[in-house]
């Protein structure tokens, strides 16, 4: 691992941040951000990497490598799972184990923006195409599909119980869940107003950006360390997964990259993707559609063991192996 890169990282103001909050807990600080303002954040993220990524695909147009990127994207979203899904069955049964690779197929957001952010602080930045906005939209939902199907196929449902399963609500879900349609909506419409849009909004989606990042992920910081107190039952294997399951997806994720040819940038950001697991859009649906699932186990093994492994390691990690390999 190349230790100038995990350096500089660490020395980054929002993963520094994100410390200060786990510290905060592991302290018992009083500290908190009341509860609209995180989820304002959220949403204030994914229009602006958007509405940044529609504006950078007007500018540079699609061709054939931005939909072979697309086509890979949505393929890894649907492998995922399923190799996790056997991989988790030797432990556990089939409800836990759909619902965790579905998060592991799935992807995180916030991760992606950390990474993203990554780039734009190397000297000289890192150039990544907008098109890698899309790619973050489009792997969301395979993987909860795929979570679902695993269930139906593999537990021993009753017949009322299998008629009672509403697969108008979980597409519903899976696809309109409001963090992919905030994000599609934002990529269209900074598509579709140029650089006249770019203008006016600029201020609001580009140099208040990295501000409000740390102040969110300083909030990550408070709820991963609550998250890590409340993981009692997962054990030493679930504690691997939540780790190595990431590595051995990120190295999946830069042989694809390096095969069709994506740029530096793209390629971290793609494997980025591959490499961090969902504990937004995966948790909500599975909550509703396979409540045998253990919420105890999904959320804090994405979000308190991955989540923080990634941001702190991995991405320095995942750049190293890509700057050694790229020409």
Known sequence: ??????????????????????IAVFLK???????????????????????????????????????ITLIMAILMAAIVPIYSFFILKLKLDVYNSAAIAAAYGSISAVTFVTASSFLEQQTPPIAYGGHMV?????????????????????????????????????????????????????????????????????PFTGEIFYGLLTFFLLD?????????????KGGSFLVGFSVLMPVSNA???????????????????FTVLCASASYIAVPAAMRMSVPEANPGLYIPMALALTFPFNIIIGIPLYLGMINHLWP
Do not use: C
Not at 3 to 20: A, E, I
Not at 35 to 64: C, D, T, V
Not at 147 to 166: D, H, I, K, P, Y
Not at 221 to 230: H, M, N, P, T
């Open 1 to 22: 691992m190349n230790t100038s890169l995990v350096l500089s990282n660490l020395l980054n103001p929002p993963v520094l941040f994100f410390f200060m909050g786990m």
């Open 29 to 67: 600080s009083d500290l908190e951000i009341p509860a609209p303002i995180p989820k304002l954040l959220s949403l204030y993220l994914l229009f602006a990497i958007g509405f940044k990524g529609g504006h950078e695909i007007h500018e540079s147009g699609i061709n054939g490598e931005i939909a």
């Open 134 to 202: 899309a790619a973050l939209a489009l792997m969301e939902s395979p993987a909860i599909i795929i979570g679902l199907l695993l269930v139906r196929f593999f537990a021993n449902q009753e017949q009322e119980e299998e008629e009672a399963f509403e697969w108008g609500e979980v597409l519903r879900e899976a696809f309109l869940n409001g963090s992919v349609f905030l994000l599609l909506s934002s990529l269209l419409v900074g598509m579709v107003t140029s650089q006249q849009g770019w203008d006016r909004l600029e």
């Open 220 to 232: 990550m910081g408070l709820v991963a360390a609550r998250k890590i107190q409340e993981f009692r």
């Open 251 to 269: 190295i999946v994720g830069i042989f694809l990259a390096r095969l069709i040819g994506m740029s530096p940038g793209n390629a971290l950001l």
